[in-house]
């Protein structure tokens, strides 16, 4: 901690010297620019004619000579894909003579037979910039050089670093889904290349994008406003992966690296051979009347093997050109193979089905896991395209990518005061999702002025968890003061669960849009008119085994070793138990969208239009005949309304108003009566008889300032009322359980906010920050309230409630101070994260649900060109190993007030109950890079 303080110290001491720093004598200096888009060229040669030395160009662009002697200079400027640039001559005059000249490169291209091929790209964060500027739509871009610099290596945890995307967190600590401006998961859709692609989640459409490595990426798009040609589910927003596209030169990169996680100077890696699992059940070998025998359960994958010091590691290659003639052939393929050992060490108290009077909540046990993640990742994309003419291109583009995760869990009750029982549990699980999509795109101009493209697309997602198993083994406490509760008598075997999941979930997709350029009014005037459809099939296959310990001569066994447990099966559990998770669903998509574009003045943009879009849904389960919804069908229309005004302040300033209605329609599981049993906190359940799809009202007002191509400044306010929101609560389910249940809470919710990002480059050094705050509000009339009547005695009763969305943090920020040295070839960037406290989970008791504690995470990364054309990066993340805290909104001293039962871990006892803490600790990535 220490040292990073002095480090960043250091840094901003650096960063705030370069405004000082003065004129010399005798100087010659300006900037180099692309001729055709004004983007500053970084890294750019240019060199004194007749002379030794040599200037690199900053990230502002700019670039000077001192010590000149007087007389006359030419200067020429040199980069990859442009022609070289020359100016002058410069006459210096005198000493103290300080000469100014601004070089424009032309990008390399090629016209012939009417083909045009372009050698400026949009990779770096100066044509991010450009792409933000002149977009129809409100958006944010992380440009693929962006991405190679920063500390994170998947798409997930890249997005923290855009303004108003916070990330939500798997069990090994890694990002996995965003928010953005507060909206959940379930409002935010995904994109490949413009292409929705389908989800590999057992419950949900959303798309884990950690499946993701980052470097397969040209740029990473986050939309926060609609046009009618997009689609529209997307209340808070779309995220678009763009991949790499064919370079206009030869194009060859390949990166190596190796690291470690220091959690595991503390505890062990357990690793498992997933050998001894069996990838298909009995029942699937055997089918749904099979009684299966306990020889079919092997426990193998129950030992566990330590390990100190697992060593992460991660691969990449991209290799791409043009080929032909006049350049007419494009090719590029780009693959990513990522190896990582993550730990997590959790300390959670576990809840009681109801609280105390006055929803003081009751507590059965302080848990003590440990996870042990390996992760092995996996992605490819490429691409292909042909460009027949300047009227006609196609092109094929596609994408695989595949996550492979195998988890051990161990868990033990410690020393809490709570109860006289002692349970080590243990868990294995081997899980491995992937994505396919391939595209064939056309883009055909008819006439000059009208033209048509068009995509068909096939996509499958899918995920397995083969064999998940957990048993546990336990007894009678008595030491309760020592740093482990120990056991007081024998050590008791209980059961053991087997689980499979399986579910795969196919999409056809074709789109066709027609445009043509007009005039209206003698206003330039663009027509736009497109349609959609997609059938997506989902299957899904879960079923589990109970067994249970073998009777020694009608006692317990005790528990010595995994292999020397053993297990049968009592009465019909033989057979495996399924239920509602078992189903198809399929849905059709159609839509059709009108949009036109018109220039109402000279400085005035409108694009407006209509979008309509029909969702048909179907679903069959397993369930007996005799269930409530057992299958069921749904249908709805969305009318979608959408405008956006460009205001032209001046040749840099922009001002933007936007309004779109949207939808987000519910996840699959939600509209299933049943739910999976191998949950974390609680088990789930669909609520097919009442959930309706959520639609929105969106309105954006965004100023935006770009004094420098690779500069920015925006200022922004949202607003955005939600109808028939989607949430999920815990629910009272049976006598003494809980269920997590999705619903649509109360009435109409609102979501309002202002965001701020500024980007500024002096020299070598810069800084990028921005900060979002967001408000949401949200009232249920239907939380319960526990309290002790008069009359009846302890009873519950219903209390209305208001209080934020799930997910939304009041505050999101993000500072970075970068250095560049394009001489040296040095990149360095400090980069810190901060996310406000937001709500997790949801308690149908008013005033229990979970709240994450606000978090800040410290990141660094950097890049050293070591010789020529090979570097030197490093990639570290959380050096201050903050924690995820989860806390109650109840006093810990309210608490106390009530029961006899003290927790530990309790800091700040006048404000919350801290209920869970999850430690990462730091991580360390180095390699090398190699690029042509």
Known sequence: MATAKKFTKLIFSAFLASFTLQAYSQVIKGRVTDAVTGEPLVGATVVLKGLSGKAIVKLDGSFHF?????????????????????????????????????ILAKPLHSELSGITVVGSSRNDESGARHLEQNANQVVNILSSKTLQLLPDITVANALQRVSGVTIEKGSSGEGRYPIIRGMDKRYINTLVNNIKIPSPDNKSRFIPLDLFPSELLERLEVSKSLTPSMEGDAIGGTINLVMKDAPATK???????????????????????????NKRSPNQINGPAYAASESEFPLGHLNYTPKSTPINTTAGLTIGNRFGKNKELGVILSGSYQNQYRGTATSVFTTATTPNVDNIPSFEFLRERKYSTHTQRIGVSGKVDYRFNQRNKISLFSTYVNLDDKQVRESYDTTNAINQTLSYSYRTTWQYQSIYNATLQGEHQITGSSKIDWSAAYSIAKNSIPDQTSFSHGGLSVDRTGSKVQLTGDDILNSMDRNWMKNSDKDLSFYANYTKATKLLNRSFELKAGALYRNKHRDNFYNYYTLNPLRMSGNNQLFTTIDAAKFTFIGSNATAQLNGNNYTFSEDVSAAYLQGKWQLTHQLEALGGVRLEHTKQQYNTQLPATADYKDGTISYTDLLPSLQLKYQLFRNQTLRLSYYKAIARPQFSELIPDGPDNYELFKERGNPEGLQHSTAHNFDFRYELFPGKADQLLLGVFYKKIDDPIELSVRKFGYNSQVFKPVNIGTAATNYGFEAVFIKYIGSFGISANYTYTHSSITNDSMLYKYRDPQLGITDKYISETRPMQGQANHIGNLSVLYKNTKTGTDLQVAVVYTGERLAILNTYAGLHYWLQPTTQLDLSFEQRIYKKLTFYGKINNLTNTPTVTSMHIPYNNYLQKTSVPLSQQSTPDDKIVVQKDYYKTSFLFGFRYKL
Do not use: W
């Not at 020429?76 to 103290?96: C, L, Q, R």
């Open 66 to 102: 001192k010590n000149l002697k007087p007389g006359a200079y030419e200067l020429m400027a040199t980069y990859i894909g442009y022609s070289v640039a020359k100016a002058g001559p410069v006459h210096i005059k005198s000493d103290n003579d300080i000469e100014v000249v601004d």
């Open 251 to 277: 194009l060859l990169q390949v990166n190596f690296s190796g690291g470690y996680n220091n959690i595991f100077a503390d505890q062990p890696f357990q690793s498992f051979s997933s050998s001894t699992m």
